[in-house]
């Protein structure tokens, strides 16, 4: 069977299948930008070749493939839990085996852009929370800030360790018609997502290493070390600080990756229960007694953290970690506060963030976004309801969200009315034409849309993941790409340099 | 050598949480094989002579009774077969058990090996699937098979994968407390089943009963092998208890259970353990004071209530000094 297998799939580059033929029959990505069966002439030689490759596969094998890796994701626990009330319900995020393949020159755009996003947000959550020059220039209003609900005044004067306070950040991209690369957002509070990244890898060398056989795909496996490393630098306790993974434990849907990370960073894996703080100081309890902690990389929200300054019935935090963090006993990852500049709101001034305080350019641009609280967004959000999609900047998962060439003239009147009453608390965009990647579907292999997350781990330098979280919508013609409707995820595969060994 | 191989007080510290699932994860797995060979040799004596009987004994050796009959008009094997092994609603159930399993292993998936987590997972998924079909009398003792196999792999993976520092020993701990625990479990089930009448002690089927615990706790030809010619109760119950080669006998469990205490305080540093000590080293006092004559006339379930007693009382101790429940601020 394996052997069998393994003859579907031509090593080399060979003649015969043309990349629109056999399992590619019919696919036709329509006006959208196909991350693999790139138009003639422009695309990688390394990722025609898998193109090529694919094409030769029969359906049934990459179905009998698909089935095995649901298996294995299944049998291995890569699962969020669903609980009702009587029952744990496991499920898996669904795996599409056809990988996403990314050029080295189109990492070097994700990668040197990552980077500089996530130096402005650092240097906007250190300002923002000391001298607030940027609102006294001008540049953004302070009412968006200091007005934001994410906005921590508990941090204000406190100096974070390398002025570092995403230390993990999650940016969102897409990629319009012409391959355009777009941020969507910024996750700058508890990004997740990156174990799927590096799992859906060791998913890939096992059930289709003869796809990526010759190529030179960038390795993911070192993440664990590099977070450890990131944090091991902003903790305190010299050469050798010891870090724990706070979690909220086993009944949040992310403990997989929490469990995941634990064992990639070799780090235990706590709970608020397990620790203490005497003295300003942080300790474990284990089984010698206390044990001293360092650094803690925190997979719980700010709210939940510590019972002393926030939400005092929080069962799940550790009181006095503040007091602690501010005494410079403890780093803690990510920083508190950070919310606030990956919001909604916030994210239509990185533009300007970004020239603000490195005199750069973009390199990765935002979605066009339009700023209501401004006389020329307003009106041109107003003149162009049909063909924009109109977001409020204070709600989060998608609520309050209108699609304008969806949307009926009565909800768009409606809509009009609701902004002009307050205009600061709404963006609008363009709608953007997302890629596609050719997906195993019900019918065959089809074109659905895409978008990445790539993972930055920040201590006193940037490093960018090289890969990250391809999410894809498996509905046809749909543009969400959530686990909880419908989304499944991708192997992404970033090419070195030439691509091909 | 380096330090490390030669000091093992050099690897790291142990969450006390990890090391209290690691003990009751140890337990469960060691609980399901041992109701699974309770059931097992249950289904054997109902069906000879001791007639359905058999099942009342089972509840009454796990003081399941007065819980199971708010729910059931009759013990018989279909009522208690699942109460034992489907039975949700029942906490001292397999199904319920292989929850607790996983759910400890769910915590310590940081700690422990891929393997055996992937292992407890389908394992997991294998127990909560059975049905009523699968107990039916002709398929039981196929289902008891797969549950003690079940844990047997479970038991080889660990040994084979697990990393041996302090949670290996909290493990190794929790398995050999319930293995204490359960094997007086199976020695009190003969006193609780009631022979036919006519039988007197020392019957065929008396001692067809004793070779059948015997071969429930997989000890059937070993004790052939040192009693050829013996087939008294007392050679039986001695060989269940006493003997130092049997691996599921109560002395050597607790002998397991000192010697892996020690090694905590002497390889790792840890100062707890001395109360469980204590009271394992009179334990162990009392029973080489004991023949396995002497026992049953002092009364065999009596002396195996006041093991059990014991063991529970280990277990308190150990928690207290490793796993305290932390002062209230």
Redo the contacts between chains.
């Keep these: 069977m394996q052997q069998q297998s393994q003859s579907t799939v031509q090593p080399v580059a060979s003649g015969g299948a043309g990349p629109h033929a056999g399992l590619f029959e019919g696919y036709d990505p329509g006006k959208s930008f196909c991350e693999l069966l790139r138009p003639a002439g422009a695309s990688d030689q390394a990722i025609a070749l898998v193109a090529e490759r694919l094409a030769a596969m029969p359906l049934d094998e990459l179905r009998r493939r698909s089935k095995v890796a649901e298996t294995e994701l299944f049998n291995l626990g890569i699962t969020f839990t669903v609980y009702s009330e009587k029952d744990a319900i496991d499920r898996i995020l669904p795996f599409d085996l056809i990988p996403r393949v990314i050029s080295a020159p189109e990492w070097e755009t994700i990668d040197t852009g990552v980077q500089q996003r996530v130096a402005a947000l650092n240097l906007f959550l250190h300002d923002i929370y000391h001298n607030r020059q940027i609102i006294k220039d001008g540049v953004i209003p302070e009412s968006l800030v200091l007005g934001n609900p994410n906005y921590r005044p508990e941090m204000v004067d406190f100096a974070v360790p390398a002025k570092t306070y995403v230390h993990v950040c999650g940016t969102d991209i897409v990629r319009d018609d012409e391959g355009q690369f777009l941020v969507l957002e910024d996750n700058a509070r508890s990004p997740s997502g990156v174990s799927y990244v590096i799992e859906n890898r060791h998913m890939m060398a096992r059930i289709f290493s003869d796809l990526m056989q010759g190529l030179r795909v960038r390795p993911v496996e070192n993440y664990g070390m590099r977070l450890h490393e990131a944090l091991a630098e902003v903790s305190p306790g010299g050469n050798n600080p010891r870090l724990v993974l706070l979690s909220p434990g086993i009944y949040n849907s992310a403990y997989f990756e929490h469990v995941f990370l634990a064992r990639e960073m070799g780090v235990p894996l706590v709970e608020g229960r397990d620790l203490v703080v005497e003295d300003d100081r942080v300790w474990m309890r284990t089984t010698a007694g206390l044990a001293p902690v360092h650094g803690i990389y925190r997979r719980l929200n700010d709210d939940f953290l510590d019972p002393e300054v926030f939400r005092p019935d929080s069962q799940l935090g550790v009181r006095g970690l503040m007091r602690a963090w501010r005494a410079g006993n403890v780093a803690i990852a990510n920083a508190i506060g950070t919310g606030v500049a990956d919001d909604k709101a916030v994210y239509a001034y990185m533009p300007r963030i970004i020239r603000y305080y490195l005199g750069q350019d973009a390199i990765l641009q935002n979605v066009q976004t339009n700023i209501c609280g401004e006389p020329e967004g307003l009106k041109y959000t107003l003149d162009n309801l049909d063909k924009l999609v109109c977001k409020p900047v204070g709600e989060s998962g998608g609520y309050g969200i209108v699609i304008g060439p969806r949307a009926s003239k009565a909800e768009l009147e409606e809509l009009r009315a609701t902004i002009l009453s307050d205009p600061a608390n709404y963006i609008s965009q363009p709608m953007i034409q997302l890629s596609v990647a050719p997906t195993l579907v019900e019918d065959g292999v089809g074109p659905r849309h895409v978008d990445l997350r790539p993972f930055a781990v920040t201590g006193e330098k940037t490093w960018v993941l090289p890969g990250g979280l391809t999410r894809v919508a498996l509905r046809k013609g749909s543009l969400i790409v959530n686990s909880s409707q419908g989304g499944g995820s991708k192997d992404t595969w970033v090419l070195e340099e030439g691509g091909l060994a | 050598m380096s330090d490390q191989m030669t000091t093992p007080t050099l690897r ?8 209290e699932c690691l003990v009751w994860m140890a337990r469960y797995i060691e609980r399901i094989e041992n109701l699974a060979r309770i059931v097992d040799v249950t289904d054997g004596f109902s069906r000879q002579d001791a007639g359905e009987s058999g099942w009342l004994s089972v509840l009454n050796i796990n003081a399941d009774a007065e819980k199971f009959f708010k729910r059931n008009v009759f013990a018989n094997s279909g009522t208690v077969t699942n109460f034992y092994i489907l039975d949700r609603d029942n906490p001292t159930s397999i199904a319920n058990a292989i929850t607790q399993v996983r ?1 400890n292993a ?2 310590l ?2 700690l422990i090996s ?1 393997e055996m ?2 292992h407890i ?2 394992f997991y ?1 294998e127990v909560r699937g059975l049905t009523q079909a699968d107990i039916a009398p002709s398929r039981l003792s196929g289902v008891c098979a797969m549950l003690k196999e079940g844990c047997q792999m479970h038991t080889g993976i660990t040994e084979g994968t697990f990393f041996r520092d ?1 949670g290996w020993i ?1 493990y190794a701990i929790g398995k050999y407390m319930e293995r204490a625990d359960q094997i007086t479990r199976l020695v009190d089930i003969k006193y609780h089943t009631i022979l036919p009448e006519g039988q007197e002690p020392g019957s065929a089927t008396d001692v067809n009963q004793w070779f059948a615990v015997l071969r429930a706790a997989a000890g059937y030809h070993a004790f052939r092998r040192v009693f050829p010619r013996d087939v008294s109760p007392g050679a039986v119950v001695g060989f269940l208890l006493l003997n130092h080669a049997f691996p599921r006998s109560l002395v050597l469990s607790l002998q397991q259970i000192e010697a892996y205490i020690s090694q ?1 305080r002497s390889g ?5 353990g001395l109360a469980a000590l204590e009271r394992l080293d009179d334990l162990r006092g009392r029973l080489s004071e004991h023949t396995p004559q002497s026992i049953i006339l002092v009364g065999l379930h009596e002396f195996m209530d006041n093991v059990q007693q014991d063991l529970m009382n280990i277990q308190k101790d150990i928690a207290a000094d ?2 305290p429940v ?1 002062d209230v ?1």
């Design positions: 790291g510290p142990l969450l006390s949480r990890y090391a759910e769910r915590t998936r940081p891929t987590w992937q997972n389908v998924g302090q909290f905590l790792y540093g840890l100062h707890g490793f796993w932390p601020a």
